[in-house]
């Protein structure tokens, strides 16, 4: 069983309720400003931080775009959204959203779907009627228990990844980040710092008191790709799941009390971001439309929006309880039988999971 919540202002999709077991598991964030008076001027999306929220434009949208002037995360992440309809029909309970974006035209629908027996959320987004360049994708955020290296994070197999290339924050704007600018690497645990010596990404939280973003591109074709964060104490895992042609970077955002400034005054903290995108970083649609240096490397960070075909993003989030004997996840795949994936720990261990993983591909819009 799963019990969601989705804010009106922006979309945002949170508390999400998991029954593991018998556990009730809240792993999304919610930001700790949300039900206080704001002491500076906020984008609304900033004011509702929580969970995860569709992004189009992906990213702070601060360089106008042929005239476009986006807000952060874009219209999507911000403005209400109007809701159609929730229907229950045959173990699906669904809820439907649409919202007519101003800045670049264009007619988006979010579908937001739990299925009886799957510990998941199948998140479907539909955008009809927009022309030209965009850069688009989920921002899903979790929240860490406070004892560092508390969660072990893992990833289907990417082709590199790339720190921001410039600092995410800094000293004179009271904020800190400390991962290399611009540093390339191909392993979560051997990320390039400032200091000389390397960070681990693999375990969280870490690195108290800053701020870093990095980037993933994502590896050869294969059915889905994933994201995975392990909780051995809690004994269960956290994953997301996409299709790497239509989503195809991770933007990986650490947020651990690096910010000094309203609203987050050094408490936003045991926070990670999981950014499903194709974007260029988090800077935006100039960004991402320019000849960045993703994009002179052959990846895609845009899509060109075409009226007559509409763009379907699907991603799909959930958890599964692990045996004491799991370790870390090291893979899922699709299971012999249809509707279950298969996550295999490093030591061998496997757990089963209800899912139906071909609605990863699933691109029709009335399905």
Not at 36 to 65: H, I, Q, S, W, Y
Not at 85 to 109: D, F, H, I, Q, Y
Not at 141 to 167: D, H, N, Q
Request: glycine share 10%.
């Amino acid at each position: 069983m799963v019990e969601a919540f989705v804010t009106e202002q922006g979309g945002h999709l949170a508390p999400v309720t998991f029954d593991c077991g018998g556990r009730k598991l809240q792993p999304l964030s919610i930001c700790p400003w949300c039900n206080e008076k704001p002491e500076v001027r906020l984008p609304p999306m900033l004011r509702v931080l929580r969970g995860d929220f569709f992004c189009m434009p992906f990213g702070g949208n601060t360089a106008p775009f042929h005239g476009e002037i986006h807000p952060p995360h874009g219209e999507t992440a911000n403005r209400k959204w109007t809701c159609v309809n929730l229907t229950r029909l045959e173990g699906r309970v669904t809820l439907k959203l649409r919202m007519k974006t101003r800045c670049r035209p264009a007619s988006v629908e979010r579908r937001f779907t739990l299925v009886d027996g799957h510990s998941a959320v199948y998140l479907r987004t539909a955008v009809g009627g927009g022309r030209g360049p965009m850069c688009f994708g989920h921002h899903a955020m979790l929240k860490f228990p406070e004892r560092p290296g508390s969660g072990i994070v893992t990833t289907s197999p990417f082709k590199y990844g790339l720190v921001a290339p410039r600092p995410v924050e800094r000293p004179e704007d009271r904020g800190y980040s400390i991962l290399k600018p611009g540093a390339r690497f191909t392993r979560l645990d051997g990320v390039p710092m400032i200091t000389g010596e390397t960070a681990d990404l693999s375990r969280y939280p870490a690195r108290r008191g800053f701020e870093d973003i990095v980037i993933l591109v994502s590896g050869p074709r294969r059915p889905f790709a994933w994201t995975a964060v392990t909780f051995p104490d809690q004994r269960y895992v956290w994953f997301g799941l996409k299709n790497p042609s239509v989503l195809r970077q991770t933007v990986i955002w650490m947020s651990n009390g690096g910010r000094h400034y309203p609203p987050w005054n050094g408490r936003h903290v045991n926070v990670l971001g999981w950014e499903e995108v194709t974007a260029y970083f988090h800077y935006g649609l100039a960004e991402s439309a320019a000849p960045n240096p993703l994009r002179l490397r052959g990846e895609a960070t845009t899509v060109e929006l075409d009226p007559a075909r509409p763009l379907v993003v699907n991603y799909v989030m959930g958890v599964a309880g692990i045996p004491r004997r799991f370790d870390v996840v090291a893979d899922i795949e699709p299971a012999d039988k249809p509707g279950r994936v298969v996550i295999t720990s490093k030591n061998g261990s496997r757990v089963v999971a209800p899912l139906d993983w071909t609605f990863l591909t699933d691109d029709d819009v009335k399905g």
